[in-house]
C-alpha cells in the first residue's frame, strides 16, 4: 500500500475556503483503479494553517495512473489565486505495517 500526503500552507484568513474547495472537489479520484480512500486533515492549532490531503492507494502504479489521467487533470484545474502561501509539499511511503484490514 501506497500513501501520499500533500502538505498545504494556507495564506491565513483562506482556511474556510480551502475547506470548501475541498468539498466541492470533483470526487474523480474515487473511481479510479487502486484507490482506496481519501482523507483532508485540518490543523487542531489555532492559526497553523498546514492542511494535509492523503490519498491510500494499493500500488505506486496505481498512484501513478492517477497521476497522468484526465481524472487527474480535470480535479487539479480549478486555481485559487492568493489561497496559498507556497506550493504543497508532496510526500510519498510505502506501508509496510498497518491495523488496516485486520
Known amino acids: ?8 500552507k494556507v495564506t ?6 480551502f475547506e470548501e ?3 466541492d472537489r470533483a470526487g474523480l479520484v474515487e473511481k479510479l ?4 480512500s481519501f482523507d483532508v486533515l ?9 492542511f494535509i490531503s492523503m490519498t491510500r492507494w494499493r ?5 501513478e495512473n492517477w497521476t497522468k489521467s484526465e ?3 480535470q480535479g487539479h484545474s480549478r486555481k485559487h489565486p492568493g489561497m496559498f502561501a507556497g506550493h504543497p509539499q508532496l ?10 484490514g485486520k
Open 1 to 8: 500500500m501506497i500513501l501520499v500526503m500533500n502538505r498545504f
Open 12 to 17: 491565513p484568513g483562506r482556511e474556510q475556503d
Open 21 to 23: 474547495a475541498f468539498k
Open 33 to 36: 483503479p487502486g484507490f482506496m
Open 42 to 50: 485540518r490543523p487542531t492549532e489555532t492559526g497553523e494553517g498546514v
Open 59 to 63: 500500488s505506486m502504479e496505481d498512484f
Open 71 to 73: 481524472a487527474f487533470k
Open 91 to 100: 510526500e510519498i511511503y510505502e506501508v509496510f505495517d498497518s491495523t488496516e
